[in-house]
Nanobody, 119 residues
Framework: QVQLQESGGGLVQPGGSLRLSCVAS????????MGWYRQAPEKQRELVAT??????TNYADSVRGRFTISSSAKNTVYLRMNSLKPEDTAVYYC??????????????WGQGTQVTVPS
């Protein structure tokens, strides 16, 4: 089994900053990529940012230049969010893509953490 522990969400005023963290644990042989997605009310879940094991990153156009994704060797991914806007309000989900001990590629989602930026 794989677990993702997310933290760091909350209420922040426009222009403020937050840092989300996500720690992956459990039956993971190696991690291929980790990322953050978000889902606002009545909208589809969308990609925010991803980081691959080699360090390459990808960002949604709406957050590029404001958000920074990074990772540590301890199966942890961070999302630093600066200059937050009301439209960033959403539940933020962590996702891990990993190889299990049998070499199979799989993925797992966290339960989400709420980020609220009032207008």
């Amino acid at each position: 089994q794989v677990q993702l522990q997310e933290s760091g969400g909350g209420l922040v005023q426009p222009g403020g900053s937050l840092r989300l963290s996500c720690v992956a644990s459990g039956s993971i042989f190696s991690i291929n990529a980790m990322g953050w997605y978000r889902q606002a009310p009545e909208k589809q879940r969308e990609l925010v940012a991803t980081i691959r094991s080699g360090g390459s990153t990808n960002y949604a156009d709406s957050v590029r230049g404001r958000f920074t994704i990074s990772s540590s060797a301890k199966n942890t991914v961070y999302l630093r969010m600066n200059s937050l806007k009301p439209e960033d309000t959403a539940v933020y989900y962590c996702k891990v893509i990993y190889y299990n001990i049998d070499g199979a590629l799989s993925d797992h989602w966290g339960q989400g953490t709420q980020v609220t930026v009032p207008s």
